[in-house]
């Protein structure tokens, strides 16, 4: 459930704007904190923002295990490019305990064949 009423597509488009920056100060840690919010209220692309955020080496709170669990939930519903950030991940063994190069293919297939 959404953690203070918040509205998951509200929080989804707030996490936008503290991402970018233009309207709102840019702020990573709402924003992933706000795509978090949103990813488990079930918005798909949110759980492909945190995820992009926790894969990015840059940002204070990288978390490439967690970057794995939220590129795969985003995946299985069916998120194209979560698919292929994933099976990448599957392949450096980045994020996962070791290189898993069945998974891996996988889901760059999957990816492959998804058009979004």
């Known amino acids: 459930s959404p953690a203070f009423g918040v509205n998951p597509f509200d929080a989804f488009n707030e996490a936008s704007a503290y991402q970018e920056g233009e309207t709102l100060k840019r ?7 706000l ?7 079930g918005i798909v692309p949110a ?22 669990n939220w590129f795969e939930q985003a995946a299985e519903a069916g998120d194209s490019q979560a698919a292929y950030e994933l099976g990448k991940m599957l392949l450096s063994g980045r994020g996962v305990p070791r290189r898993d190069f069945s998974r891996a293919a996988i889901w760059l297939e999957r990816a492959a064949r998804q058009t979004d």
Not at 35 to 41: D, F, L, P, S
């Open 27 to 33: 702020n990573l840690t709402r924003a992933l904190e």
């Open 35 to 41: 795509y978090i919010v949103a990813g488990e209220a």
């Open 47 to 68: 759980m492909r923002k945190a995820a992009l955020l926790l894969n990015d080496d840059r940002f204070l709170l990288a978390n490439p295990t967690q970057a794995v």
